[in-house]
Each structure stands twice: as C-alpha cells, then as structure tokens.
C-alpha cells in the first residue's frame, strides 16, 4: 500500500507539471495573445502597458515567468489579470457549489443507472430493455446544455415549478438549495445514465458466459446471489474507472456548461470566464485542480478495484 | 472463445472455408452454398436490422437537407443565411405580420416558403440559418472524424507494435490529452486559437475547431487500437509473415490492419457522433464556430437567450442537432452488432 501511494504521488506531481507545462506553452505560442495590454486596459498607452509588463514580469523569460507563477499558486498569492482576485480564495469560495451540483449528480447517475442497466440485461430483448435503451441512446444524443435549457424552458417557465436559475448554499436554507438544483442535476445525471448503463448492460451480456458465473449456479447459488455477487460485481470494474474520470473532471470545472445556463457561481464557471478573457493564472489553477482530481480519483477507483477483485494487485 | 482474435470474424483467410478438392470433399453435402465474406456477412445482418436501416434513412435525408442549404436559401426561403430583416414584414394566412415585433421579439414558424421555422432576433431565416448551421456542423465532425481516425490508427499501429521507445514517447502524449476533460481543452485551446489563429489559417476558420477537435479525440481511437495491434502482434500469422521476411510496415498495414479493420469501422460512427456533439459544447462556450460562420451549436446557444421569449430559437436547432446524433448512434450500434454478432449474446436466468 505504502508503494502504492508514493508511486501515485509521484505520478500526480509528474502529471501537474505536464499540465501545468502545456497549459503555460499553448498561450506562450499563441500571436494574439498579450496580458500587459489586457490589463492595461485598452486606450492604454505604450509606456502604461510597458510598466504593467514590467510589475508582472511579462518582459522576463518564460521560464522564469513560468516559475514565478508556480510560486506564487502554491503560497496562494496568485491573483487574476481581470479582476485582480485571489484566485486561490475563488477557487475555495466557489467549491461548494460545485460540490453541491455534482456530488448529488453523482449519486443520482450512477445508481440509475446501475439499475436501468441490470433490469436491461435481466430482461435483454423484452419490451422493457429495448425501451430502456432507447432512452439511453436519446440520452447520449442531447447535449447537456440543450436538455438543461429545456427542462428550464419547461418546469420554470412553462410550469413555473422550479425557480428559473440561481443558487442558494446549503448553510442557508437546505431546503432551497435542494429546490435550486433539482434540475442542473438532472440536467448532468441523463447523459451519464444513458452511456453507464449502455456500458453496464454490455459488460453484464458478456459476464454471464463466463465460467465462473457457471460454476457459481452450478453449485446451486440463488439466482440473485449469482446476479450480485458474481455477475454484476464483475461487471462494475469499468463503470468505476469511468466513473472516477467522470468525476474527478466534473469536480474540477466540466460542469461548467449546467452552471452557466443555471448561472451556479462554480468553479467551471470562473473557469469558463478567466478561457474567455484569455486569463492565464485562473486557466493553469483550474488546470492543475482537475488533473489533481484525476489522479486522486483515478487512485481510489484503483483501491476499490482491488477491493472488487483481489485478483489485482496494487502495484 | 477468450482467445479468439476480436478481428478473427472478420479476416479472411480465418472464416473463409478452405477450398473443397473437388466434388467428393464434402460426401455429404448435395448442395454448396457458395462461400461468403465476412463483409457480406456483417452487410447481410445489417441489412436486417430494421431499426438501423431507418435511421440510416432518415440521416440521408438530414445530411442531404443540409447539403442543398443554398438551394433552399436562393430558390425557396429567397433569403440568404445572414440576411437581417429586422423592419421587414411578410404575410402569414393573409394577414401581414412584422418579422421582427416592435418590442424585439421575432415571429414564431410560419411553416410557408418565407420564414418557415420562424426569424431570430435580427429577422434573419432560423431555417435557412438551420441549413447552413448543419452543413458546418456536419463538415466539422466530418473532418474532425477524418484526422481521429487515420491518426488514432497511425499511433495505435506504431505505439501497438513497436512498443518500447515508440511508446515510450507517444503513449503519454496520448495520456496527457486524454485526462483532459475534452469540453475544457477545447474551450482553452479553442479560444486562443479563435483570437489570433494558427499560420495561414485565419481566427474564424472551420478548420480550427475541426482541428481541435480531431486531435482531442484522437487518444480516444488510438489507446483502443494500440491495445488491439498489442494482441494482434503475437499471433502466428503475424509471426509467419516476419518469418518470411516482410518489414515492420508491411505487416503492420496487410497483416494486422485488416484485422484491427473492424474496430476502427465500429468507431467512425462514435466518432462523428462525438465530434458533431463537442462542436456544440464549444460554440456554446463561444470557443467553437466563429461569426459569420453558424453551426447547429452557434444557433442553440445564441437561442438559449431567448428560450422565455423565443423557444423555438433554441429548440428547433437543438431537435435537428438531437435527431442527427440519434440517428448516427443508432446506426453506428446498427454497425457494432453486425460486425460482432457476439454483442448480442442471449441471457438466461
């Protein structure tokens, strides 16, 4: 376990770096883009724009720009071109909400579709399973910020059941901030229940079989036994690395289409803002923040893994 | 069955009968079908697949409306794709209504020849605009296709079969892209690249987000098909084939190429499907098709602003856009299944 974790760590750092290296290099080879005149603002003069490129080091070489930089994300000094806000604090600031639409969106997909995706294969070719998949294929076919639109076209201004946009923290009223996210996470829940459980009906069709599951009703197992111990088991391995991508990339800003269109104060959504004004320190932070996630959850899924199978090995 | 090559089904020489030696070959058998190709094969069992076959219909029909855009636009709508007609007014069941009201908001569809799925906020045609708008999304999935396909194959062929250094360097190249969110890359890649562009290429050209997107999903073909030509090296017709003294891209391209064949095919559809999706995401970020250019994802996002006022702005592009990647799923599963009929194992509990 020990190596395990120091392997990981290893590669986490390996991984942040490379990021964070490719994220600094695809700006620097980009013609258009110039931070001094950005923040100078646009009737700037030329000596204006000269000094707000000498005070944040523009005029240095990239490395020590890149270094600089580095340093200053991890004392927590690093302040965005745009508006001159800590960019750490926002990240910390706007955390919660992130948390709170994608956490429960989690839950929400995957029990769903594990169950859509066993009652599909425990009944493959019946009426049932061939409606539930077209579901699923409708479901990987909408875009999440079409169907977000939609179902705020629908259930807040048709049917005025559910406020139009916004968020409330769950510290103010628990109640309202269910209400408030009731439909962004549904909006991110349909497409990943639609591709899980199209995924999981295909493992589970190819886990029955296998020998094992054979022997297992062979030696006289219930039928639902076999089903959960055996077959369905087996057949979660891939939905949880998906899952742990998912995730993780979800928690990092990839939500930040259903926060903009249900205007959530996220992290995808300050990240959406600071790639729209081209500004960099917001972009290499959320950056290094998703691939963070992708490590650590890429990690865990490879902990349960091993818990699910001790055929593996954690090496 | 486990250790059957995936590819096996479909390679030739392996589901081909061997030749009879004459008539006395087979005692028994009075009548020889002739022998069938594992192609015809695959063709015959999609052929049968009723469902498919109407989507595959239906998608002829979409891309084609798609491909006579001007057609509609200069013979039937007489109005172009950015014509604004923001004071004009037409008549609808006789009655003669303002394209665009007093108070900004524009007509709904009329379902006539003018103005037939209604006007966005500047009087222009949301049909004709729906025409156009798909025959850009379509060609940038369709280029965006293109590079994933013959890149994902070329780096899964080099990285599969020379391993070691090959790998070494191109594996976490491929690594790198993949644990990227694709919406986040293409939005950071794809606004930077919108401002200034790349080369000769301009800011606001197609290309740029054909280009992104194609090379965001390459990691996607090229780690499937790297794991396959993995397996595919190790078999004796391949070890046969060094034997007898064929170089590295020889058998690479008429040894295991064919069998990774199927594979790849299973992935165009997925692919198109995929590319169509993420231009949508990306116009919608506003990282994607530039102005004056409008793609399916240009038009839902710039119609989510009116989605109170103006519903059919968003919904109406966002239906087409919905209805092309349905029908693109349905076939490429269409395809899946008859390729590998042993996707479709029969459970019994």
Request: aromatic share 10%; net charge positive; with cysteine.
């Amino acid at each position: 376990m020990a190596r395990f974790i120091v392997r990981r760590t290893l590669s986490a750092v390996a991984l942040l770096f490379a990021v964070s290296v490719l994220v600094f290099a695809i700006f620097e080879i980009i013609p258009a883009y110039n931070p001094a005149r950005a923040i100078a603002g646009r009737n700037a003069t030329a000596t204006t724009v000269a000094q707000v490129s000498r005070k944040f080091g523009f005029d240095k070489p990239v490395y020590t720009q890149y270094l600089n930089t580095m340093k200053l994300i991890f004392t927590g000094q690093v302040i965005d071109y745009q508006d001159d806000l800590n960019v750490v604090d926002q990240f910390r600031e706007r955390f919660g909400a992130t948390l709170s639409l994608v956490v429960p969106a989690a839950i929400l997909w995957l029990l769903t579709a594990v169950l859509l995706g066993s009652i599909s294969a425990l009944r493959v070719g019946r009426l049932i399973d061939r409606g539930l998949m077209a579901l699923a294929i409708l479901g990987v076919s909408v875009p999440v910020f079409l169907l977000a639109a939609v179902l705020l076209y629908l259930f807040a201004f048709k049917l005025t059941l559910f406020p139009n946009t916004g968020y409330v923290g769950i510290t103010v009223s628990p109640i309202q901030w269910a209400y408030h996210l009731i439909l962004p996470w549904f909006s991110i829940a349909v497409l990943s229940v639609g591709f899980y459980s199209r995924v999981l009906r295909s493992n589970l069709l190819d886990m029955v079989n296998q020998d094992f599951v054979r022997t297992a009703r062979a030696k006289g197992l219930p039928a639902r036994q076999v089903f959960l111990r055996h077959v369905l088991r087996n057949s979660m391995m891939p939905i949880i690395t998906m899952f742990g991508l998912d995730f993780a990339t979800l928690l990092g800003g990839a939500a930040l289409v259903t926060e903009a269109v249900y205007n959530i104060p996220g992290v995808g959504q300050y990240e959406a803002q600071a790639i729209g004004n081209l500004d960099v320190p917001p972009i290499l932070v959320g950056a290094m923040f998703t691939g963070f996630f992708v490590v650590l959850f890429g990690a865990i899924s490879d902990v349960i893994y091993g818990m699910l199978d001790p055929r593996i090995r954690l090496s | 069955m486990e250790d059957e090559p995936r590819g096996g089904l479909l390679s030739g020489a392996a589901v081909v009968p061997p030749p009879a030696e004459g008539p006395d070959a087979f005692p028994g058998a009075s009548t020889q079908t002739p022998a069938i190709g594992p192609w015809q094969l695959a063709l015959r069992r999609f052929r049968r697949n009723r469902l498919a076959l109407a989507f595959l219909g239906l998608l002829v029909i979409l891309v084609g409306l798609c491909l006579l855009a001007p057609v509609y636009s200069h013979d039937i709508a007489h109005i172009g794709p950015n014509t604004t007609n923001v004071v004009g007014t037409i008549k609808v069941n006789g009655k003669v209504t303002n394209v665009v009201s007093v108070t900004g908001l524009p007509i709904g569809p009329t379902f006539s020849s003018h103005y037939f799925f209604g006007a966005d906020e500047e009087g222009r045609d949301l049909a004709v605009r729906l025409l156009y708008g798909g025959r850009t999304s379509l060609l940038i999935g369709a280029l965006a296709t293109t590079i994933i396909i013959v890149f994902g194959t070329l780096l899964g062929l080099l990285t599969g079969y020379f391993r070691g250094a090959v790998d070494a360097v191109l594996r976490p190249l491929m690594d790198l892209i993949w644990s990227f969110p694709p919406v986040i890359l293409g939005v950071a890649v794809g606004t930077a690249l919108a401002l200034g562009g790349i080369g000769p290429i301009k800011g606001n050209s197609l290309f740029i987000p054909a280009l992104i997107i194609g090379v965001i999903y390459v990691p996607y073909l090229g780690k499937p098909i790297r794991g396959e030509v993995l397996r595919l090296r190790e078999q004796d017709y391949v070890d046969a084939a060094r034997v007898q003294g064929m170089g590295p891209w020889r058998i690479m391209i008429s040894e295991i190429l064919p069998n990774a064949a199927s594979t790849i095919i299973v992935f165009i559809p997925m692919m198109l499907a995929i590319t169509i999706l993420l231009e949508a995401y990306l116009s919608f970020l506003g990282a994607g098709v530039q102005p004056p250019n409008a793609s399916w994802g240009t038009l839902i996002s710039d119609g989510i602003n009116y989605i109170d006022t103006a519903p059919h702005l968003a919904l109406i592009p966002g239906g087409m856009l919905v209805l092309t990647v349905l029908s693109i799923n349905v076939v490429g599963d269409g395809i899946r299944d008859a390729l590998d009929p042993r996707s479709q194992v029969r459970i019994k509990t």
